[in-house]
């Protein structure tokens, strides 16, 4: 069986030095406060990982193949130093990683410019966005462009998704999963992953009926009990860890997807769901 890890974040050098402070230089307060912050036990809730250290991590899982998410960022900069990344890690390591590339659409034409131009540099999607923690509207005629050259290109669109009835922590933003329906349904020819479950979309009646939308289980063990992997109504499903955030914190002090695949065979994931999905959807 081969395993696809459809939902990890690397970070440029520059970044992991020191991530507070490089988010505080370049704007990046949402994320800082997601991403660097530190549980009540004065852990942290992820850590800021090499490529090699990846690769490392993915070979003692057996994880054969990692696809590297970007970041909804708030800034246009921000994300075209994160595709450029990307694709440095992807040029050299093809066999193990794949990228999707981030856009910031408030940016006006220039986001539309950089997904063309992270497109011609071999990413192959989009994501993970978040209209509303970048704070740009579903209508907005940017995003709905790229939406559409999506489809065109034939790539996926991964999407933040919070689950309304989910705890609070900082950082959360309240993204309703009307909106999520609403543009799976106006852009039929798109293929989105939502992600986290898509907040509880995926045990709704109603993912059956939307056939261009597929579920990541990113963060999972941090969100819902193991008994969500035989709630979904769908086999449209793909494992997820959100490498590097630390799943299991009262007996995990490092990020890895090993404790997650082990949840998700004992619950009875399919093969699909573990890496044959990943494989068709994504092109590997």
Known sequence: MTIVDAHVHLYPPEVNRDPAAWAAAHGEKHWAELCTRRRKDGKPVQTFPSVDQLLHDMDAAGVAKSILLGWYWENHATCVAQNRFYADCIRAHPDRLAAFATVQPKAGPVAFEEAVRARDDGLAGFGELSPHSQHFGIDDPVWRQILRLAAEWKVPVNLHVTDPA????????????????????????????????????????????????????????????PEVWAKAKTERVLFGSDYPLILYPQTESAPGAGGLLSEARQAGASTAVLGDNAEILFGL
């Open 166 to 225: 989910s705890r609070k922590y900082p950082g959360r933003v309240e993204t309703p999963l009307a909106d999520f329906v609403r543009l799976v349904r106006e852009f039929p020819a798109t293929t989105f992953i939502l992600a986290h479950w898509g907040g509880g979309l995926a045990w709704a009646s109603d993912a059956l009926a939307l056939p261009n939308v597929w579920f990541d289980t990113a963060a999972s063990p941090l969100l819902y009990g």
